[in-house]
């Protein structure tokens, strides 16, 4: 039943991407809680709950459900990156890049991941980090045209 609830608030969450409606965003926010309410280690709605709170602006109560997803599962790359992403969102750069690199590690097959910790390392002005990052990842990954853009862009600044 957890799942069900977890499931329902994703839809909200993707039907109020564009642009996003506090009405839904508030219906999904519920429907997350109920998840937690009937499981409260359910680790995908503790972090889709993060991503919601992200959204809505609610950046402490995102960094907690994060983290306490995180605690449940501490393999949970998702959450892991949600966070890293979440101080990046804040400006907090360093701590970004510590979890966005730990997210890495736990999952590096994840040109996602390391997409945004380039990005991360680029706005700390770590150009060379960045560009080895990205260097790895466009080997791993040689048909993403975003990786092979993104490289270019770095590698001209």
């Known amino acids: 039943v957890a ?74 790359a998702s959450a892991t990156h949600n966070l890293g992403l979440l101080f990046g969102r804040q400006g907090k750069q360093e701590m970004a890049i510590e979890w966005l690199q730990k997210a890495v590690q736990l999952d590096s097959q994840s040109s996602h991941f390391k997409a945004h910790l380039a990005t991360a390392l680029l706005k700390k002005g770590k150009r060379k980090q960045a560009i080895a990052v990205l260097e790895h990842a466009v080997k791993k990954h040689p048909k993403n045209e975003r990786l092979q853009y993104q490289l270019q862009q770095v590698r001209q600044q």
Do not use: W
């Open 3 to 76: 799942h069900l609830y977890n499931n329902r608030a994703l839809h909200l969450l993707a039907k109020a991407e564009n642009p996003a409606d506090p009405a839904v965003l508030q219906t999904a926010k519920e429907e997350l809680r109920i998840s937690l309410r009937i499981k409260p280690d359910f680790t995908r709605a503790l972090s889709n709950l993060g991503v919601l709170l992200t959204r809505m602006g609610e950046y402490h109560r995102a960094e907690y459900a994060y983290r306490k997803a995180i605690l449940y599962d501490p393999r949970f």
